[in-house]
C-alpha cells in the first residue's frame, strides 16, 4: 500500500515544475543565436527567481552557470559591436581614401587638361602666325609673277622714262602760276 504524504506529493510537483522551467530555458537557449542570447537575460532571471523562491532545491550552481553565460553573452556582444563600428569606420575610411585617390587623379587630369589647352591655343596662334607667313608669301610670289622681266634694254629705256617723269613733276611742282 501507498502512502500519501502531502509534504512529499508537493516536492514531487514542485520540483518537476523546476525541471519543466529548466527544460523551457535548456529549449529557448538552445534555439536562440549567440547574437541574441543576452536578449533574454531579464526573462530567464525572473523565471530563476521564480524557482529559487520555491526552496525546493539548490540552484546556486545552476545559477553560477546561468550568470557566466551572459557575462559571456555580453562581453561577446560588446566586442561585436566594437567590431561591427571597427568594420564599419574601417570602410568608411576605405570609402573615403578611395574617393580622395579619384579625386586627385581628376585634379590631375584638370591640370593636364589645361596644360593640353594652353599648348592647343599656342598651337592655334602658330597656325595663324604660319598661316599668315603664307598668305604674306603667296602675294609675294603672285607680285613677281605679274612682274614683267625686262631686259636690260628695256631697264634703261624704263629709267629713261622714269627721270623724265621725275623732272615734269618737279617742274610742274615749281610752276608758279601768275594771273597778271
Known amino acids: 500500500m501507498s502512502v500519501f504524504e502531502g509534504k512529499g506529493v508537493v516536492f514531487n510537483d514542485k520540483r518537476k ?62 566586442e561585436h559591436s566594437n567590431f561591427i563600428d571597427k568594420a564599419h569606420e574601417d570602410k568608411k575610411m576605405e570609402l573615403i581614401s578611395n574617393a580622395k585617390e579619384r579625386l586627385e587623379l581628376f585634379k590631375v587630369e584638370e591640370g593636364e587638361r589645361k596644360g593640353l589647352e594652353a599648348i592647343l591655343e599656342a598651337a592655334k596662334k602658330k597656325v595663324e602666325e604660319v598661316e599668315a607667313n603664307i598668305l604674306a608669301i603667296e602675294d609675294e610670289i603672285s607680285s613677281y609673277e605679274n612682274m614683267i622681266l625686262l631686259t636690260l634694254e628695256d631697264s634703261i629705256c624704263l629709267e629713261q622714262k622714269r627721270e623724265c617723269l621725275e623732272a615734269n613733276r618737279q617742274d610742274l611742282t615749281n610752276y608758279k602760276l601768275r594771273l597778271d
Open 17 to 78: 515544475y523546476i525541471l519543466g522551467l529548466w527544460e523551457k530555458i535548456c529549449g529557448k537557449l538552445s534555439r536562440t543565436s549567440l547574437d541574441n542570447i543576452s536578449s533574454y537575460k531579464d526573462d530567464i532571471c525572473e523565471i530563476f527567481k521564480e524557482m529559487s523562491e520555491m526552496n525546493v532545491l539548490d540552484l546556486s550552481p545552476l545559477k553560477s552557470l546561468v550568470d557566466s553565460l551572459f557575462d559571456h553573452a555580453t562581453s561577446y556582444d560588446q
